[in-house]
């Protein structure tokens, strides 16, 4: 495995909690962590901008004291999602913060993030950067991350159509650093299959809006308990970015899943979501391809325990299909 000195010994299961928009705050990030898997979130959750301060003091601390108490625990390190668009004026000082609390992980979206990476690398933190084909991993690397996130085909909100059997492959031949993959893991079966593909990392983040610390409203957890894989839709309306989303929270805001105009993206405010009435992710809810397997909504802690459980079990059956 190609893991960042940041994260050896800090895990619990090779996983990393992908950032939420609305989703993910500190409570949810702090029981990732306390759980032994990479807790995220997108620095434009915290609003107005100076509540990122808090926030940072307020995950730093919990962490901190819970791994004094309890010093035998695995407790991960954390990240920062910031989105690298024209469209996001905050991105340089929610950086300054961020560089100000020594943020362990910094992940970037869309532009490739030059000067993200030399801020985090200045106090010795690590940037991955999320992409959807080749080419786009290729500028990233360029700028020299330390990580690249393949968002595969499946993947809730903003992600590609290439399957992880190509791009992982395809990217391990040239890339050195550390790979994390995205695309409709909702269980331990595919955190392992993510690894036996060599990532070294997988990227989670729908089956963590059905837990009972995600900042997710009630009706949204229960609809990817309900709805399966066919139930999303990929569509580039919302954001100006090709994603999946709920189908039946498209109808719910009067549109029709199955006949959605394409984006005009000289209009699209990347860092809020869109600019139509029914907003992305308030209303029109991101939903990867695995919701088929959520049947519940527990606390992170209990679903982390299954999730490594079944890692455990589906480790174990790969290395009897070996054998045999």
Not at 160 to 172: C, W
Not at 275 to 293: E, V, Y
């Amino acid at each position: 495995m190609t893991l960042p000195a940041s994260l050896h010994g800090k895990l619990d299961l090779p996983v990393v909690g992908s950032p939420l928009f609305i989703v993910s705050g500190p409570e949810l990030v702090i029981a990732q962590c306390k759980a032994g898997i990479v807790g995220s979130f997108p620095a434009l959750n915290a609003r107005p901008v100076e509540k990122l301060d808090e926030w940072l003091s307020r995950i730093t601390d919990e962490l901190g004291e819970y791994q004094a108490a309890n010093p035998d625990k695995k407790v991960a390190p954390y990240a920062v999602n910031q989105i690298c668009h024209a469209s996001n004026d905050r991105l340089m000082k929610d950086m300054e913060t961020c560089v100000k609390h020594k943020a362990p992980i910094i992940i970037t979206s869309l532009r490739p993030p030059a000067e993200i990476v030399e801020a985090a690398h200045s106090y010795g933190g690590v940037v991955f950067h999320d992409v959807i084909n080749v080419k786009h991993a290729r500028k990233a690397a360029e700028q020299g991350v330390d990580g690249l996130i393949l968002v595969c085909a499946g993947a809730g909100g903003h992600a590609g159509t290439l399957s992880p059997f190509a791009l992982v492959r395809e990217v391990k031949q040239w890339f050195k650093g550390t790979i994390l993959v995205s695309g409709a893991i909702s269980d331990g079966w595919g955190i392992a299959s993510a690894l036996a593909l060599g990532a070294d990392l997988a990227y989670m983040g729908t089956r963590f809006i059905a837990t009972e610390e995600a900042n997710a409203d009630a009706a949204y957890k229960q609809a990817l308990i309900d709805y399966a894989a066919h139930d999303t839709v990929y569509t580039n309306l919302f954001t100006g970015v090709h994603g999946n989303y709920l189908g039946p929270s498209i109808a719910a805001a009067g549109l029709d899943p199955a006949n959605l105009p394409v984006a005009d993206k000289s209009k699209m405010n990347f860092s809020s979501g869109g600019n139509m009435k029914a907003k992305a992710w308030r209303d029109i809810w991101g939903s990867g391809q695995g919701i088929g397997q959520i049947t519940d909504a527990p606390p992170v802690a209990d679903l982390v325990a299954r999730l490594k459980r079944e890692f455990g079990e589906a480790t174990d059956d790969f290395g009897r299909r070996a054998i045999a």
